[in-house]
């Protein structure tokens, strides 16, 4: 061992230095979670926005359709 560390004793200080990493590191995590949350949640505002755009587009076009006048079925059925 070095004299530098014999001489050194272990303080209250050195125990709190010990733990900052882990707190930085606690910390980065945090934001990390905080940030990936809000990339999903507006992805999910984001879907629901297309679907409600893709209900609202089709039901214009089942009101416009509706008014045509050709039949919505076949009239015979396939052959084999």
Request: glycine residues 2%; hydrophobic residues 25%; positive net charge.
């Amino acid at each position: 061992m070095e004299a530098s560390q014999k001489a050194k004793p272990d303080t209250d200080s050195d125990k709190d230095h010990a733990m900052y990493p882990e707190y930085e590191l606690s910390q980065y995590r945090s934001a990390e979670l905080i940030r990936q949350a809000e990339r999903e949640r507006l992805a999910r505002e984001t879907l629901r926005g297309r679907r409600a755009a893709r209900r609202e587009a089709a039901e214009r076009t089942a009101e416009s359709d509706s008014h045509t006048g050709r039949p919505r079925r076949h009239r015979f059925l396939r052959t084999a």
